[in-house]
């Protein structure tokens, strides 16, 4: 064989496997199917609604078997008051799973604090819950694969997996996750993803008698809930981590993290 | 190689087979990299169904008018109308076998939940009608004077 036939057939050889071999890297259908799959959950919660009645945290402990008494909670609400002193004051007494019906607001170790009608500028209340993040720091810290995103944007706790270590408590960033007190494991909102899945909708958002909660398709550019994250102005919390969380807030302000 | 070099190697070698043996046992054949990738999605797809077999206890206001049909339309036409039966029926679980009756919450702090005046200029609680709970008749029912399915005070 001539040197030039050498390197033209080898040329030939090396382009030819590295095109069939990408070619089978692109066309990896699971891939493309989780890039650009028709369903992607994501989570609206209008702040300006919201009047603090607790009925979705509830409402969610119901649904999802986390004890009453229990001092943890999937979701809470939280009250911001903020005073013409410049204040901030913020509490969510037990999760505000009984609701707000004191003007009274904890501040734990300095007690309860009355602020005057009058000096108060604004006040709101915001709840939360898990943000659902496409890059969800609690998953990637996982050491044993027991939390996970699903191929529809909701991350989930395997609990006959889960080994208990809580670095997922401590890397979630919106301090969304606790331990099950029952079930000894990290639990945290699967977006009811026994009801959504079969239709229907978030426990907390059914029971929103007001709409400040609200569950929707990213994907789908008629959803509703799509159509006001698209065209709407929205926050989300913290989005200086970088997990780009998939809960939506309608009237955030900087006070809120 | 002399004996003393094989006899660990060996152990070593039962080790890992025996390693292998059992996590090939133990973990599931579902278990791997889904959709999501080997950074967030490596699980056990089977849990995903595992979640969505979750019992509902929250059946949503639709599935109570299907027998209660008076209710959920004196209910609708107040304005009380956009509170879910659920909130305070609580949640129907398997109603009507099981629980055969559902216990109505009828507590003042149920009500005061929305119903407690707070300045809240920011927030819709500002534009609800609210009470003083300790000046607005302490230690009754809301229930006793207020109809809760038509909250409307011309009517009381």
């Known amino acids: 064989m001539k040197r030039r036939e050498f390197m033209k057939s080898a040329a030939v050889f090396v382009s030819g496997v590295a095109v069939s071999i990408s070619a089978l890297e692109l066309l990896d259908p699971q891939e493309v199917l989780a890039k650009n799959p028709d369903l992607r959950w994501g989570f609206l919660v209008d702040t300006y609604k919201c009047v603090g009645c607790g009925m979705c945290v509830k409402a969610c402990k119901i649904e999802n078997d986390i004890p009453l008494e229990a001092n943890v909670t999937r979701t809470w609400v939280e009250r911001y008051v903020m005073t013409k002193q410049g204040e901030v004051l913020k509490d969510s007494p037990d999760g505000a799973q009984h609701g707000y019906t004191s003007k009274l607001i904890d501040q734990n170790a300095s ?41 529809d ?25 606790f331990f099950h007190p029952v079930e ?55 989005p200086e ?17 | 190689m002399k004996k003393h070099v094989w006899r660990p190697l060996f152990v070593v070698i039962a080790l890992v087979v025996g390693i292998l043996l059992f996590r090939a046992f133990y973990v599931p054949a579902d278990f791997g990299v889904q959709e999501r990738g080997y950074t967030f999605g490596y699980h056990r797809l089977g849990n995903e169904q595992e979640w969505k077999n979750f019992p509902d206890k929250y059946k949503g206001s639709d599935y109570c008018a299907d027998c209660h049909e008076e209710n959920s339309a004196s209910l609708a036409n ?42 809240m200029p920011s927030s819709q609680r500002n534009d609800l009608p609210g009470i003083d709970p300790q000046q607005h008749n302490v230690g009754m029912e809301c229930a006793d004077c207020h109809n809760p399915h038509n909250p409307s005070l011309e009517d009381m």
């Open chain 2, 78 to 119: 107040s304005g009380h109308g956009i509170i879910p039966c659920e909130d305070c029926h609580g949640a129907a679980f398997n109603h009507p076998e099981s629980p055969e009756k559902l216990v109505i919450d009828r507590s003042r702090n149920l009500c005061m939940r929305c119903h407690v005046q707070l300045t």
């Open chain 1, 153 to 177: 944007g909701v991350v989930l706790v395997d609990r006959k997996w889960c080994i208990g270590c809580g670095y997922c408590i401590m890397g979630c960033p919106y301090g969304v996750r």
């Open chain 1, 241 to 257: 981590y970088g997990t780009k969380p998939q809960c939506y807030y309608i009237g955030l302000n900087e006070e809120v993290r």
């Open chain 1, 184 to 238: 000894h494991t990290a639990d945290k909102c699967t977006l009811c993803y026994h009801r959504i899945s079969k239709g229907g909708d978030t426990a907390c958002a059914q029971a929103c008698p007001f709409g400040a909660r609200k569950l929707g398709n990213l994907r789908d550019p008629n959803d509703p809930v799509a159509k006001i994250i698209l065209t709407q102005r929205v926050g989300v919390l913290r």
């Open chain 1, 111 to 151: 007690g309860m604090k009355k602020v005057a009608d009058e000096d108060i500028t604004q006040a709101f209340f915001v709840p939360k819950l898990c943000n659902h993040c496409e890059l969800a720091a609690c998953v990637q810290v996982c050491p044993v694969g027991a939390t996970y995103s699903t191929a």
